[in-house]
């Protein structure tokens, strides 16, 4: 079985001020992880995603996240939050094997304040 | 169009009233997943397929719910004798391939807001 634990559910940061988003997995096989984005109203933006490759994976709008498989934790960084980042992220699991359902977070809602 | 497309996007209904969402997935997508996000939640997984094949639906609730692919392309999810607790988001996925070695990016519609009065 496979699942996340996003430990924060509300982040409150300062415009140009770095961004933190904690996330914890546990899986059974070697995981696909990866940080999704909801903005209101919209759909889910894929940011970014580890499948095995390197650790430290960069993503869109200058996001970053480390795997660290001693930690278990794949948590999501940005150096400088701008107002547009104020949104809905989800950390999400699958395992390796290519085509398989993903398993949610419950999300952390990020604000950002001018 | 190049995305998922889903319809309707909202959908209101009384309780006992049964609905069908539909799914039209990027073209030449082998797979097709369904999730219910519920308010403050994340997306939770309901059942995929793969071409018209049902691969797991694991995740359907109870025998209210139902899915189907027929022709490998668009698919619908139905729910009977709808109930208040029924009421989310429910997005559609799709993704390119169906092999096992390589991700498969999924890429969501927008969803459908159904509200169960």
């Known amino acids: 079985a496979q699942s996340v634990t996003q430990l924060d559910s509300h982040v409150s940061v300062s415009e140009g001020t770095p961004v933190l988003l904690r996330c914890n997995y546990s899986s059974s096989y070697s995981p696909s992880l990866f940080w999704y984005v909801q903005h209101p109203n919209k759909g889910l933006q894929l940011l970014l995603k580890?499948?095995?490759?390197?650790?430290l994976v960069k993503g869109i709008n200058g996001f970053e996240a480390e795997f660290k498989k001693s930690e278990t934790s794949f948590h999501l960084t940005k150096p400088s939050a701008h107002m547009s980042d104020a949104a809905e992220y989800f950390c999400?699991?699958?395992?390796?094997?290519?085509?398989?359902?993903?398993?949610f977070g419950k999300g952390t809602r990020l604000s950002v304040i001018a | 169009g190049a995305g998922v497309s889903q319809s309707p996007r909202y959908k209101v209904t009384k309780r006992g009233q049964d609905v069908a969402l539909r799914c039209d997935p990027i073209s030449g997508h082998v797979s097709l997943y369904w999730y219910r996000q519920a308010l403050g939640q994340g997306p939770e997984f309901l059942t995929y397929f793969n071409y018209e094949a049902q691969q797991d639906k694991s995740g359907l609730p109870n025998d209210r719910f139902s899915a189907e692919r027929p022709e490998g392309s668009i698919s619908t999810l139905t729910i009977q004798r709808t109930e208040q607790r029924d009421s989310a988001m429910y997005r559609c996925?799709?993704?390119?391939?169906?092999?096992?070695?390589?991700?498969?990016?999924?890429?969501f519609g927008p969803g459908t807001r159904l509200t169960v009065l």
């Open positions: 580890y499948t095995s490759a390197a650790t």
């Open positions: 999400v699991v699958s395992d390796n094997s290519g085509n398989t359902p993903l398993v």
């Open positions: 996925a799709s993704s390119l391939g169906s092999g096992r070695s390589t991700y498969n990016e999924q890429f």
